[in-house]
């Protein structure tokens, strides 16, 4: 695979999760790009409905080698249904028995 071989990310969303500092992204409009020699994935981040954030819309420029990994999903409609469906289970703490004191009292 030569440098010029890049995926084709139209139509889809990617996420992408950069190693430092830890976080993730959704983007659509994805692409690699040059820039002063250097290349990029760039994409503008996916707005979720359902938990604004003051970057959505804007356009990331991340260079490849910050890429822990990426996902690629068919559409935002796809991306969106999928996040939608995804919801953090937490368990109540299990009781704890309550601590004794120095000789095994209360």
Known sequence: MNDESFPDFAGKVVTVQIGTPPASFALEQVRYERHLGKL????????????????????????????????????VADYLARLASWAPTYSAPEAQPGRRGWFGRG
């Open 40 to 75: 990029y994935l760039v994409g503008r981040q996916v707005a979720n409905p359902k938990q604004p954030n003051w970057a959505d819309g804007a356009t990331y420029y991340i260079a490849p080698e910050q890429l822990s990994w990426f996902a690629v999903f068919n559409s």
